[in-house]
């Protein structure tokens, strides 16, 4: 289909579907596009009334996707982002998040979770995620030059190897892993570190603006690179 395309019910083929132009899902109800690989170049956003969207294969978009009347997006194959995401309700990637194209990617929920299901390949792109009043677990995420996590609850995080992070927003850190980047790590909150196992941060320079504590059992803390905190250090288990 070379231009836009309305979808007013499911669409399954055995195959790909390759939409060049823009997509709209138009009407009531929630919709599953069904194949193994649904490509969209344009826009993909809904019409009339807020519905959810699943992508039951891999998927690859160029456009952005979502604005106020897209509910929930959920992805069960790999997918390809060179655009922007927003949702009203939660975003699930179960596979790898592939981020193409030229531009930074940024995705926006309304206080819902944004589930990454095997991590994120960053193509040397930077990646801004913002749930507001939400949780949110990252880990495997590889190759993002810039990584920009907003959320007034906890982050938990591990196994992450980034140009730089910046944690915006008032809720906790929880490192599970080391954390390594090429530039610096910024946490505004408090961080701690949970689970077993001692903890490295690698970067030009680490800040924590809250307080950082370990939890659940004895452990040391490593800073390889400049650190610089404000609120209080250790405890009775660092």
Do not use: C, W
Request: glycine share 16%; hydrophobic share 35%.
């Amino acid at each position: 289909v070379t231009g836009k395309t309305s979808l007013a019910s499911n669409v399954i083929t055995q195959g790909q579907q390759h939409y060049h132009g823009a997509v709209a899902l138009p009407g009531s109800g929630d919709r599953t596009l069904t194949g193994t690989k649904i490509i969209v170049d344009g826009t993909l956003t809904s019409e009339d009334e807020l519905k959810s969207l699943i992508i039951d294969g891999e998927g690859m978009f160029g456009g952005l996707v979502g604005g106020e009347l897209l509910n929930g997006f959920t992805v069960t194959g790999n997918t390809s982002l060179a655009s922007s995401v927003t949702t009203i309700s939660m975003q699930d990637y179960r596979r790898i998040l592939n981020l193409i194209g030229e531009q930074a990617i940024v995705l926006t929920t309304e206080d819902n979770a944004i589930k990454f299901g095997e991590g994120v390949v960053g193509n040397g792109q930077d990646l801004s995620v913002d749930v507001g009043a939400a949780a949110i677990d990252l880990s495997n995420v590889r190759g993002v030059n810039k990584l920009e996590v907003n959320s007034s609850e906890v982050l938990r995080i591990a196994d992450v190897d980034v140009g730089s992070i910046e944690r915006i927003g008032e809720g906790k850190t929880a490192i599970l892993a080391d954390i390594t980047t090429q530039g610096p790590q910024h946490y505004h909150g408090a961080v701690t570190l949970p689970g077993s196992g001692n903890r490295a941060l690698t970067g030009t320079k680490i800040i924590v603006d809250g307080a950082l504590t370990s939890e659940d059992e004895l452990k040391s803390l490593t800073i390889d690179g400049e650190g610089i905190f404000g609120g209080l250090i250790g405890g009775e288990l660092l």
